[in-house]
């Protein structure tokens, strides 16, 4: 009889892998739990408590992204896949920020703690999204256009979620790679399944880092940074051995790459499709190509991280 | 008072720039004319013949997507910008062509003319889709596949569609650019109007390489080839300077940029995307980088050609 | 019996191919021409007279790297090689120039005509070398360094050379590919020999571009820009397909691969490079691969060009 | 006074960061130790015993490239550099190895656990090396070849050497980076000082991986992989803030950068090159950069690894 767990943090991990669980769960239970937004803050905007700061601060990377567990999945082995269902992703503030700023950024050409170029760079600048969470509405002052203020449509996902990685742990939240992590997909939302791959015992799930809504590539360095209450059902696929991350939802089955540069993300991601394809739905390799080649769609996650994200798509209604 | 001109090709051009106008329109007139497909096959899938092929083949970009044209528009000059609207696309053929092939294709590493790996280059594949126009669907054999043969919608759009460029000409329309080209864009469809930036007198507009579907990426190299009896009204936007082709349909302001790396490519966009925002909707740059960033978003229009092309689209729905 | 010619040009090109030759000579025969600079001064600082400029400047690049020729050769076919030994490169002015400017620049992370940061460009500079040809040295001061003045040793080379491409024409002298073109490569200095691939019958050899220095990359955008009285017998080599430009010197055997992005130029170099080692020197590939790996160099021509070009470089101690 | 310590050590690092020092020496002392090959075989070819080896193997990164230390360096705190004079390199052990294989290497298109290519892979294959310590060669037996046996002169240098890095530890010694690492270039040999970024308290210096000879790129994936007993001279020097490694011998200032793409390798080597030059040498950041552009060398370590590694040089000639 699965179980739902209220997960209540007393601190939050800052890595994939490499912790130890702060909750176990059977496999197929779910799990409710609130998370911080991108700098740590809470639903009432409260900063994290000094003491649940990383030990040695000092460069931005280390305190970004707190996420939420690691949850250790009994029953998930080495070869296994983690099939984690989105059931709901309850905004809980009433705002949201966004940032620009020096050496991240899509049209910065720079990367944290690597500077590329000769160039002056850019301002930092800070942006206060209001949320209307009845009409799913954000809204932000816009004093320097003519539009004087924008309403956008609100889109909640989740930021990062990901798995401990094939060996040793990532050192930051920020990136993604083929445990999951801060993929910045629009996907990962309510009703589509995400499947990890499992390379340590127990998985040790971790998410965090929602987004209120977000543009394709989250091209300035930052979405719309919020909090949520978030629930997830967490199945293991025993013997399912995959790659890097894949999705389902209503319409589409997807893969995400990360890596760089951006074409080498792509390839990932399809190279992953194809195998998909080609493994559990009978496709030859050569047809599933051509035809993912006429009905496929790619999304940008991000192209500001350390690594870029691309998720491949192809139609469900292609299945046999 | 605008006329419609209907162009009989007796001829077809292999680039951008360079060649004798073979129709001169006024300002506003609309023209129709019927394409070859990507390899010079018509609607009743005859060849060109010999003497219609360019001097001197030999490389397969020679005679790839022979485009009609170049058409004359009076009136446009350097530093005006061609608006062209899509009126029509009438697929006029039963069937269309795919195929994948070593040296070129996302996946196999390599680009025309050049070896980039050791490895064992793909095989020669072709795949022949049969076109139901009434349904306006697609089908395919897959006789190695479980799924036997799949059936997909069509959205035929303009594959190849550009001016003549800034200087000279671009040798094969096989490539994208400043001036449009073969930007494998599933935008240039119905509905959407194309804007090209003029640099020589009388812009020389020239297009073809229509697709009746087509994934993100055209990952295999080819979509489904086909032809179409296309009809554009073309308008000449005086003193309109732009650097990169714009299109907007209903829902979207759009940017197309075209280079290599993939990443470039979508610079470009969304440069061109902020200097449009700024310059003719009165946005602070940071602001529309802002909402651009939350709102927009990418399509890629294909990742196989000398140079990649990714659309940057902005909602209109954020216009002042 | 080998003729010497001397070219007086009376006007120069600004594209590889589509351009009448202004000399042809036999098989073995030598030329001496004097080049302009990249901006077309010629030994005495005097610019171009209007007449003698491209049609319709506009945009910097048409004007860029004016070169000698074409040279039509006797006997050179498709299929063929060229080889072009480069017997002298003397100096012929007392000063160069080099710049720095927006757009262009391993730094600046632009290209010319294409925008591709927010970032404010960097300012434009421009700096005077003085060449002492007795002592084969450079000197530029430094007003704003604690050194005060520099003094470099020279080392002319030709910054483009290079025939008509496989189709069409390139359509500046500023680009590198397949044909050579501006590689930016030190090492086409005097005792080298180049060998270029034939693509159009008579080969249409142009040649200019001297840099008196220059250190790998270019990074700048500029070398030490100057002119030269330049002297190259040329060979046909009946029957030797090669796809890239190729050299040998005292030392190495090279091959020159230009593209976008810097790796795949890399690749294009080493596959080139070790079709070179199994066609004519009876390696085994992956003996040629592992010997390369452990013996070989690389030297990056330059990496601000619309592509990028790299020398691969193999021992000539072993080759059997 | 100095001291000279002898490490004989009982265990290795896969890891840079986040392991217990085996060894503390003060400021200014020396350093010998016997490494072991990049497969962690040791001077009579004796692997590792299971003991020995990581945990959970699995993927062979995890046992690759294990390196010596770490050493604690008293003294060594945040904002400090690292001076390692590399004293001696000794060989000792008469044969090398060297491979090939799928998904590794500069012209397979892939990364270790990534494909991002549908060709088949390329087979591996091992090539055994005979070293000469008198003559300093090494030969190949080419049964495949014309030439039958290669015998190319031996240049030793350390492949891996770095510090903890910036947060956290760098999960394979395969990686280069900020901290040094896995650079592979060939400029860290006998005479030359190496400067590292000092992150965490007492440095924390390893290294392995030495080198008997490889050419530019690695490109096989490999050089002539061997072991030697190494001595190596650390001081401190406070307060001296460095970003990325740096390194100067008798001709040359060097910097090496670490990233993907290649050319973003490239520009942080420059970036941090002027930064040297303009904070300690008085140069002018403009005026650096042109006689950079006209004088400096840049090295290509490796394309091989999870990141490349460009050696960006600069002449001491020319420094005041």
Chains 1, 2, 3, 4 share one sequence.
């Not at 496999?27 to 649940?52: K, Q």
């Not at 993604?176 to 799930?205: I, K, S």
């Not at 139609?315 to 046999?320: E, M, S, T, V």
């Amino acid at each position: 009889m699965p179980e739902h767990h209220f997960l209540e943090p007393d601190g939050f991990v800052y890595t994939f892998g490499g912790q130890e669980p702060v909750l176990t769960i059977a496999d197929g239970d779910s799990v409710t739990a609130c998370t911080r937004d991108a700098r740590g803050f809470d639903e009432e905007n409260r900063p994290l408590p000094p003491e649940l700061l990383p030990p040695s601060p000092g460069f931005h990377f280390l305190t970004s992204n707190p996420c939420v567990g690691p949850i250790c999945v009994e029953g998930a082995e080495v070869h296994d896949a983690l099939a984690v269902r989105i059931d709901a992703i309850v905004l809980n503030r009433d705002n949201a920020w966004s940032s620009q700023g020096a050496g991240m950024g899509s049209m910065t050409g720079e990367v944290p703690g690597r500077r590329l170029l000769l160039n002056e760079p850019l301002p930092d600048r800070m942006f206060n999204w209001h949320l209307d969470r009845e009409r799913m509405t954000g809204t932000l002052e816009l004093p320097n256009s003519t539009l004087g203020r924008a309403e956008i449509p609100l889109h909640p996902f989740i930021g990062s979620i990901g798995v401990a990685p094939r060996y040793g742990r990532v050192e930051t939240t920020l990136a993604p790679g083929e445990f999951g992590g801060n993929m910045d997909c629009v996907e990962t939302r309510v009703g589509t399944t995400l499947y990890l791959p499992v390379w340590v015992r127990g998985a040790q799930l971790c998410f965090g880092d929602i987004h209120a809504a977000q543009g394709d590539g989250e091209l300035c360095r930052s979405a719309l940074e919020t909090t949520a209450e978030v629930t997830l059902t967490v199945k293991v696929l025993k013997g399912w051995e995959i790659h890097w991350p894949r999705l389902h939802d209503h319409d589409w089955l997807m893969t995400a790459g990360s890596s760089r540069p951006l074409y080498e993300a792509m390839q990932i991601a399809q190279v992953e499709l194809l195998n998909w394809l080609t493994t559990d739905y009978g496709f030859d390799r050569d047809e599933a190509w051509q035809l993912n080649s006429q009905t496929g769609r790619m999304r940008i996650g991000n192209v500001v991280d350390p690594f870029y994200t691309v998720v491949a798509k192809f139609p469900k209604y292609l299945l046999p």
